[in-house]
């Protein structure tokens, strides 16, 4: 396990990983804010801050088992919100998650990743960047986290839609050879979506009930914050769904882009089978094995050969004028 810690005093950094043991001897303190951060707990370690914190044990059972759905509970003494963190991948536009555990104390913020894939150091750079809000506590160690993470979708949407805007310059290039890759890129980025779209839609309700005033985590001059990163979880999800809907035109677009280009060779290959049918039906009626006019003779030999190529070519001209060659 790999733990960090900070401790805020009345609005300054105090402490800096400093033992997690030690927690209690500051945590009773007035003005006191500190956040303690688990990677890869175990489950003595779940034990130490259910007894050093008095966290519910529904809280911790959340936080020890994976793949929960964002969502914010709330207990008598503190509240556990589980969240995660995208980002996607350079080649393959798929979407890679980190799940996030949360408790919220009134004055200590514990946050437990069962792995290494989340970047804690990004929201402590955060933190730094907006020190002044420091003096608010616990509620501004939250929004710092809570930005980074809102922001990540942001980072995850925008390249979502540039690949889509490279799939839709695909649809129509000559020739197209690149419908394989039209097809699996729209399915890989509808899936992403769909991952994606589960992910933000309950962030909603999660940043609108963090500011509700019943809960007392944010205080009210970190409201207008807040309400930025909930303005920005709506503009995500609104942009996912506008998205959703593009990726799934493109399907129908490039099934659509299939027909055409199967009429159009059906078309091609019928119209050159009526210019072989015409060489085939007049070989034939001169194979058959009666005198007809010109039998066994060179006149009727030039006069096929002629008819031949005359029709045939009279066909393909047709055709041609027509674009159906």
């Known amino acids: 396990m790999t733990t960090r810690t900070r401790l805020y005093r009345n609005g300054v950094l105090a402490l800096e990983d400093f033992p997690a043991e030690d927690i209690s001897e500051y945590i009773t303190e007035p003005g006191v804010a500190v956040w303690l951060d688990l990677s890869v707990p175990s489950p003595a370690d779940f034990a130490m801050i259910s007894e050093e914190f008095g966290l519910h044990e529904l809280a911790v059972e959340d936080a020890r088992h994976d793949h929960q759905r964002p969502k914010l509970d709330r207990y008598r003494t503190h509240a556990f919100l589980s969240t995660y963190a995208v980002c996607t991948d350079p080649d393959t536009g798929g979407l890679y998650t980190s799940e996030l555990s949360v ?112 809960l007392h985590i944010v205080a009210e001059p970190l409201l207008p914050y807040y309400q930025d990163v909930y303005d920005h979880v709506l503009r995500a999800g609104e942009w996912t769904e506008s998205l959703r809907d593009m990726i799934a035109s493109i399907m129908e677009t490039n099934l659509t882009v299939q027909g055409n280009r199967m009429n159009l060779i059906m078309k091609k290959v019928t119209s050159w089978a009526s210019v072989i049918a015409v060489p085939t039906a007049i070989t034939g009626f001169y194979g058959q094995n009666v005198p007809y006019p010109g039998f066994n003779t060179q006149a009727g030999f030039i006069a096929s050969t002629a008819a031949i190529v005359i029709l045939s070519v009279v066909l393909y001209t047709a055709f041609k004028r027509k674009d159906w060659i």
Do not use: C
């Open 103 to 214: 408790f919220v104390t009134e004055n200590a913020l514990i946050t437990v990743r069962p792995d290494e894939n989340f970047d804690m150091a990004e929201v402590v750079e955060r933190w730094d960047s907006n020190a002044d809000l420091a003096k608010y506590g616990v509620g501004y160690l939250l929004h710092g986290l809570l930005d980074h993470i809102v922001d990540g979708y942001f980072e995850a949407v925008q390249d979502l839609d540039d690949r889509i805007e490279a799939v839709e310059d695909l649809l129509f290039e000559e020739g197209r050879q690149q419908i394989d890759t039209v097809q699996r890129s729209s399915y890989q980025l509808r899936k992403s979506l769909s991952k994606l779209r589960r992910l933000v839609l309950p962030m909603r309700e999660v940043v609108n009930s963090l500011l509700r005033r019943d």
